[in-house]
């Protein structure tokens, strides 16, 4: 076991208090690195070599693309942890008065997509566009 493990851990710990920027960084990574590992096994359980008599198999793009992601979100981890470690978790996640705005397209977007299944994609569009046509106007 690396020495290094145990940091390791207590970082993970750590990530999981609080409401700080980069932790929540970390956590998206953490995340698309599991995307990431979720795609390549499919791409590998499809099939992701090249074959010279009919080409690539079925898991051959998605391998790569998932290997991107895997790759990048590792480096997006290490550069977070080290910045973490040498800066602190940084500033609020989302700054004071700031949930209003967010709300202000969560919500209607929300009760667009539970329109759908109503009224139709057309209709929900035409009423989530009014609304927000009406809401700038303010």
Known sequence: MPACFPSFCRFLI??????????????VALFLM????IAMFDAVRLGFRWDPMSGPGAGYLPFYLALGIIICTGIILIQGFRKLKKDGPGGRLIPEGGLKPILWVLLPAAAMVILVQFVGLHLAAALYLAFYMRAAAR
């Open 34 to 37: 599991l995307f990431g590992s």
């Open 14 to 27: 750590s990530v999981g208090r609080g409401g700080k920027m980069r932790k929540a960084n970390l956590w």
